[in-house]
């Protein structure tokens, strides 16, 4: 069973992180050189239409596995890296909520109205919110790796 909830967690972690890691080295650096508004805020928007179901679902399986392990152990017999780790995870998911609940709706609803200069606003308030995101992201995995 802890074989299996770690798997889990793993995959729900790389799910997020990975994306992350692609949109802000890959995607978001090849739509700036290869493409000019009004299509290089569409395919950012809607690939991110489609990468956040992924991540409200990584974050229901992180919570779920990350809590159920934590409960087998005891929170008082967990290690430190573990409530780091806990304590880091629920910084992202406060940061991911503000980003889908404030600018991504922005984002949406500018491109409802195709207000492409909008729709680019609301992707550049993005951005830093990922970068912090996908820093945290590796201070959890370095935190539970090193701190025992």
């Not at 928007?45 to 992180?62: H, Y």
């Amino acid at each position: 069973m802890n074989a299996l909830l770690v798997f889990l967690h793993l995959a729900a972690a790389i799910v997020w992180m990975g994306g992350m890691g692609f949109i802000l080295l890959a995607m978001r650096a090849a739509a700036f050189a290869v493409l000019q508004p009004p299509a290089r805020p569409q395919l950012l928007l809607a690939s991110l239409q489609r990468f956040f179901p992924l991540v409200w679902i990584s974050i229901a399986l992180l919570l779920l596995t990350g809590l159920t392990l934590m409960l087998q152990v005891g929170f008082a017999s967990a290690p430190v890296g573990w409530h780091v780790m806990l304590g880091i995870g629920l910084v992202m998911m406060a940061v991911f909520a503000h980003i889908y609940f404030a600018p991504f709706r922005r984002a949406q609803r500018a491109a409802a109205a195709q207000d492409w200069a909008a729709v680019g606003r609301a992707l550049q308030a993005i951005h830093p919110l990922v970068v912090l995101n996908f820093t945290l992201g590796w201070c959890a995995i370095a935190a539970v790796l090193f701190w025992h």
